[in-house]
């Protein structure tokens, strides 16, 4: 009696594996992707100049963490 039982729930359980697994492909396939189409400008510099002295330290940068140990 337990035997029959038994077999019942695992294919009931295989039935519902099935089901399942079905659903998700299903569910996965509805996604899709749309790309944006169009263009994208960007204004990017030639070049970046960088005055001699202009930093708020002076050359006197110090890490952090550094400062804590002692080293600047």
């Given at each position: 009696m337990?035997?029959?039982k038994?077999?019942q729930?695992?294919?009931?359980?295989?039935?519902?594996?099935?089901?399942?697994?079905?659903?998700?492909?299903?569910?996965?396939?509805?996604?899709?992707?749309?790309?944006?189409?169009?263009?994208?400008?960007?204004?990017?510099?030639?070049?970046?100049?960088?005055?001699?002295?202009?930093?708020?330290?002076?050359?006197?940068?110090?890490?952090?963490?550094?400062?804590?140990?002692g080293?600047c």
């Amino acid at each position: 009696m337990k035997l029959r039982k038994l077999n019942q729930l695992k294919k009931s359980l295989k039935k519902l594996q099935i089901i399942l697994c079905i659903s998700l492909v299903v569910w996965v396939a509805g996604c899709t992707i749309h790309p944006r189409t169009g263009e994208v400008e960007v204004d990017v510099p030639e070049t970046i100049h960088i005055e001699p002295g202009s930093s708020p330290s002076n050359g006197k940068f110090c890490p952090p963490g550094q400062a804590k140990k002692g080293r600047c």
